[in-house]
């Protein structure tokens, strides 16, 4: 079985730093890409980024580019997603996902999201 | 990078049927069969509903279909139950190599 095990909710002062994680089982990981998903409180979903565990290569939102990374331990099966310094914008709910891509020739294709985390909360408050 | 247009909120009465749409452009949503749906029920994680447009993953009530006509997409649900009133998300592929959600629908059976 798919398992996707993020780590438990935080609570950050603005300017901290954090890193979360997000612990695969149940698959090759090094095979499928992973996402990760934004959700502020009473709002959509948004597109954050996803990482090819693989060879770690990665793709970003620019809405989300330079201020978090993403990076993957595959020793432990695990995705990360970090900031260096949080603001209170970032207080939201956080899932991984993994992320089912196609390759045809030359191009990679982002098929759909089969199995997601549990989401982490995070809260960023002075 | 725009969302994908949703309606804010669809409601029917049990046993009915109701269509969700979603909108996007030839860059997203008519441009590719990559269009997903998601449900997100309170305190829940998403779930993957249909992908590529009209497929169920297994465990996905037959209830559920998908289809897309040129820039939108579309997801019904026929039989309505109380148990399907949640938000419900589109996603697309993008041409930029990106990927896009819906404003999102939240379903309300009455």
């Known amino acids: 079985e798919v398992q996707l095990v993020q780590s438990g909710a935080e609570v950050k002062k603005p300017g901290e730093s954090l890193k979360i994680s997000c612990k695969a089982s149940?698959?090759?990981?090094?095979?499928?890409?992973i996402a990760w998903v934004r959700q502020v409180p009473g709002k959509g979903l948004e597109w954050m980024g996803v990482?090819?565990?693989?060879?770690?290569?990665?793709r970003y939102n620019p809405s989300f580019e330079g201020h978090v990374s993403i990076s993957v331990d595959n020793s432990i099966t695990t995705a990360y997603l970090q900031w260096s310094s949080l603001q209170a914008s970032d207080t939201a709910v956080y899932y991984c996902?993994?992320?089912?891509?196609?390759?045809?020739?030359?191009?990679?294709?982002?098929?759909?999201?089969?199995?997601w985390g549990q989401g982490t909360l995070v809260t960023v408050s002075s | 990078q725009s969302a994908l247009t949703q309606p804010a909120s669809v409601s029917g009465s049990p046993g009915q049927s109701i269509t969700v749409s979603c909108t996007g452009t030839s860059s997203d949503v008519g441009a590719y069969n990559y269009v997903s749906w998601y449900r997100v029920r309170p305190g829940n994680a998403p779930e993957l509903m249909i992908h590529e447009v009209s497929n169920r993953p297994s465990g996905v009530s037959d209830r559920f279909s998908g289809s897309k006509s040129a820039n939108t997409a579309s997801l019904t649900i026929s039989g309505l139950q109380a148990a399907d009133e949640a938000d419900y998300y589109c996603s697309s592929y993008t041409d930029t190599n990106t990927l896009v959600f819906g404003t999102g629908t939240q379903v309300t059976v009455l």
């Open positions: 996902a993994r992320l089912l891509v196609i390759f045809r020739y030359t191009s990679v294709y982002w098929r759909f999201l089969d199995s």
């Open positions: 149940g698959y090759g990981f090094p095979f499928y890409w």
């Open positions: 990482i090819s565990p693989e060879d770690s290569s990665t």
